[in-house]
């Protein structure tokens, strides 16, 4: 009997380390079911000074109001803790690891950081800063990260990183619009053409499709831009198939989309795109009185569920949707939620 008390004991003193590290959520959240959180929970800021026992894996991450990135999982959710207000963040493709633009002051230089999730610590990487540092893309698969400099569609450039090592693998000025190939060898972009004379447009060039290698920086041309269209890239798929964007130079016909199948070198125009990529489709599951202040979403791994966030009146608020049942739940206050592309195994 003795054994046994001691045992139930044993087994309650770890279950309460185990939850120590982070605030408890008062509902179960998957990415199969909608999602329904406690909004009066307050989540903890991870630091060294908490147990690392992760429980279970985040799923899910989000921006708060006060610019800091939330992490979430089915028993809880905390804050990554940054000196400063995050611009953009991606998820590492093994969502073990989470890059982050950090502005320490408003206006002031941004600077990449990777919080390490297993380890609860947050890297500087101070070489990589820049007041015009924007965005960040992990690759879908491998070490590299995208980082994006500039505020306008075009005369932008984009720098390829090798996590860890952070070694500079390339750089290259584009245009519009910057993707990502799913197996993270290659980057879909808007090469920039020179037009003589000059376009009536921010740095006077057009844009031609192009594809350009992580390895060796060699690039290809896809679809040639001229004087009077622009193309840039929207989506790369996982079946070697790029959707991408055509523009008139002077706006005389409506942008128009295409797909481009590089396995057979053939493309076609594009009436509606497929419904990941469908925004209309998706705001005709929002409410009405939500459609107004709909500012974008991002779909599950599963593509079962949506999350979305709404601006209203600079406060913003992040919802889920289930995209079978209809269902939609408050999530919190935030915005870019972004899943993580994989849920990590516990034994890794």
């Known amino acids: 009997m003795r054994f046994a008390r001691l045992l ?109 999730i297993r380890k609860e610590k947050l890297e500087r990487v101070p070489q990589y800063s820049d007041p015009f540092l924007s965005n960040v893309m992990w690759a879908p698969r491998g070490p590299y990260i995208l980082l994006d400099f500039g505020t306008a569609g075009a005369g932008r450039s984009f720098t390829v990183v090798k996590a860890g090592l952070w070694d500079k693998v390339l750089t290259q000025d584009y245009s519009y619009q910057v993707c990502w190939a799913p197996d993270g060898e290659y980057v879909a972009y808007g090469f920039p053409v020179e037009i003589n004379p000059p376009l009536p447009l921010e740095d006077g060039n057009s844009s031609s499709l192009a594809i350009i290698s992580v390895k060796d920086s060699t690039y290809k041309i896809l679809v040639e831009g001229n004087a009077r269209f622009l193309y840039f890239p929207k989506w790369w798929l996982s079946n070697n198939t790029i959707i991408y964007q055509k523009l008139t130079v002077d706006g005389s016909e409506e942008p128009s989309l295409f797909q481009l199948d590089m396995t057979n070198d053939t493309q076609m125009s594009l009436d509606e795109l497929p419904y990941p990529y469908n925004r209309k489709l998706v705001i005709n599951k929002v409410p009405r009185n939500l459609v107004e202040c709909f500012v974008d979403y991002s779909w599950s791994p599963d593509q079962k569920d949506i999350a979305f966030w709404v601006n209203k009146g600079g406060h913003y608020q992040i919802y889920s949707l289930n995209w079978e049942t209809g269902q939609i739940s408050f999530l919190d206050n935030g915005f870019l939620g972004k899943w993580v592309p994989r849920v990590p195994s516990s034994k890794n």
Request: proline letters at 5%; glycine letters at 6%.
């Open 8 to 116: 139930v004991l044993t087994s309650i003193v770890i279950m309460v380390i185990i939850l120590a590290g982070c605030s408890k959520v008062s509902s179960e959240i998957s990415l199969n079911n909608t999602v329904e959180v406690n909004k009066n929970i307050e989540p903890k800021e991870a630091g060294p000074h908490q147990p690392v026992l992760q429980k279970e894996p985040y799923h899910f991450a989000y921006i708060n109001n006060e610019g800091r990135v939330v992490l979430l999982s089915s028993a809880c959710k905390q804050i990554i803790p940054t000196e400063g207000k995050v611009i953009d963040f991606s998820w590492s493709s093994t969502g073990e690891r989470i890059a982050l633009i950090v502005e320490k002051e408003k206006g002031s230089t941004r600077e990449l950081a990777v919080y390490h």
